[in-house]
């Protein structure tokens, strides 16, 4: 069964550090995302990436936030100065002709 | 923009009891997915749903997708505690976007 892979599962950072997420998605898969879920919240969307660029982004996706797609295997999720409020769980997914997800990193910012 | 609303948003049953879960969509449903979460923790897929009337059982677990698109629901027969958790429904994406989108989630407690 293929699988979509986040490492790393847990991240704990100093508030106003950078912090970069990553994920494999699924080889042959054309489209990917980023989601969030702050504790106890619904499961948002962030951003979706086609073609080397973003397709389409959430308000939340803001300038702190920016992915990559650095060599072709990894899909990149960077916050660059982190706050209090990015504490949340992280998932990646990508999509053939259906959708698979990761299993998230967490992000506590302390 | 299509929003997914599950109902109940929390329930409580016996072990043992059948329960059923609603996700219902403000747009037809291109894919419609199930997932499971424990309590800060990973999505589980559970099944996957697209066409119209289809159904898919897993375990004790079946899905149906009705013949609209605009509704799914989610049946546990003869609840068991491990069953207990966050049931999560998915969808999409839709035409003008690339995006999937969430329900807001319903937690299931099972009383042994």
């Known amino acids: 069964e293929p699988e979509v892979t986040q490492t790393p599962s847990h991240q704990v950072t100093q508030m106003g550090q950078e912090v970069i997420l990553r994920c494999v998605p699924i080889?042959?898969?054309?489209?990917f995302y980023w989601y969030r879920q702050i504790l106890g919240q619904k499961v948002e969307f962030l951003v979706s990436?086609?073609?080397?660029?973003?397709?389409?982004k959430s308000e939340i996706f803001d300038d702190q936030f920016s992915v990559e797609r650095p060599d072709g295997s990894n899909f990149t999720l960077k916050i660059r100065s982190t706050k209090l409020e990015d504490s949340a769980m992280y998932f990646c997914a990508s999509r053939g002709s259906e959708a698979f997800f990761g299993q998230g990193t967490r992000l506590t910012v302390v | 923009s299509q929003e997914l609303e599950q109902s109940p948003q929390s329930l409580i049953v016996q072990e043992g009891k059948n329960l059923t879960i609603n996700c219902t969509s403000s747009?037809?449903?291109?894919?419609l997915y199930w997932y499971k979460q424990k309590y800060g923790e990973g999505l589980i897929f559970l099944m996957m749903l697209q066409k119209g009337g289809e159904e898919k059982s897993h375990e004790k677990i079946t899905a149906k997708l009705d013949e609209k698109k605009q509704q799914s629901s989610l049946h546990i027969t003869a609840s068991q505690p491990s069953h207990a958790g966050i049931y999560l429904c998915g969808a999409g994406p839709t035409s003008g976007t690339y995006k999937y989108i969430f329900g807001t989630g319903t937690r299931l407690k099972v009383l042994a």
């Open positions: 747009k037809t449903l291109y894919g």
């Open positions: 990436f086609y073609n080397n660029e973003i397709s389409e």
């Open positions: 080889s042959n898969h054309l489209y």
